[in-house]
T-cell receptor, first 116, second 111 residues
Framework: NAGVTQTPKFRVLKTGQSMTLLCAQDMNHEYMYWYRQDPGMGLRLIHYSVGEGTTAKGEVPDGYNVSRLKKQNFLLGLESAAPSQTSVYFC???????????????FGQGTRLTVV | KNEVEQSPQNLTAQEGEFITINCSYSVGISALHWLQQHPGGGIVSLFMLSSGKKKHGRLIATINIQEKHSSLHITASHPRDSAVYICAVSGSGGSNYKLTFGKGTLLTVNP
């Protein structure tokens, strides 16, 4: 049971390049999230998904796209990277199932992205 | 939208001291989470609670639902406790899948 796995862990991009971050969870969780963490700003929600095939915008969605084609994977795409997207990105998942709708959150190890 | 405030923002302590970090929120929640992040590291869930008190080793978390307030206590602090501690809340009802985060408390424990 690996929990939540993010790849890659580090990446440097040139302005205008594209990339995809992968988040994979093996806990059969319904809810998955992508956050960015910037100094002094805390964690801000980019996009989230409440189930396979569904996605929704969070607080700071501009410049990002997501897909959840399989329940265990949540992909975050940057189509044309900008220096303002330099950040640490975290993926998280929550069970959200059952009578208790368990809301314990599990986080990936983070992806440190630099856009130059 | 729930507002989550943590205090203090920064905290420096000597090894062995008793530490308290506070968290307050503005609207009803289904659960409150305390998270730990070591410098350059990932985020680990320490506690999830919706009432009362939980204890894990030297860490204790309490919540007062009526006052919309939670505290994280560390007894006999140690340099390895140095980290950012983040409070987060899950919304109530249909929004219980949404987490709102505080900005974190940077704890430094000196030997």
């Amino acid at each position: 049971n690996a929990g939540v796995t993010q790849t890659p862990k580090f990446r440097v991009l040139k302005t205008g390049q594209s990339m995809t971050l992968l988040c994979a969870q093996d806990m059969n969780h319904e809810y998955m999230y992508w956050y960015r963490q910037d100094p002094g700003m805390g964690l801000r929600l980019i996009h989230y998904s409440v189930g396979e095939g569904t996605t929704a915008k969070g607080e700071v969605p501009d410049g990002y796209n997501v897909s959840r084609l399989k329940k265990q994977n949540f992909l975050l795409g940057l189509e044309s990277a900008a220096p303002s997207q330099t950040s640490v990105y975290f993926c998280a998942s929550i069970n959200g199932q059952g009578a208790s709708r368990n809301t314990e959150a599990f986080f990936g190890q983070g992806t440190r992205l630099t856009v130059v | 939208k729930n507002e989550v405030e943590q205090s203090p923002q920064n905290l420096t302590a000597q090894e062995g001291e008793f530490i308290t970090i506070n968290c307050s929120y503005s609207v009803g929640i289904s659960a409150l989470h305390w998270l730990q992040q070591h410098p350059g590291g990932g985020i680990v869930s320490l506690f999830m609670l919706s009432s009362g008190k939980k204890k894990h080793g030297r860490l204790i978390a309490t919540i007062n639902i009526q006052e919309k307030h939670s505290s994280l206590h560390i007894t006999a602090s140690h340099p390895r406790d140095s980290a950012v501690y983040i409070c987060a809340v899950s919304g109530s009802g249909g929004s219980n899948y949404k987490l709102t985060f505080g900005k974190g408390t940077l704890l430094t424990v000196n030997p």
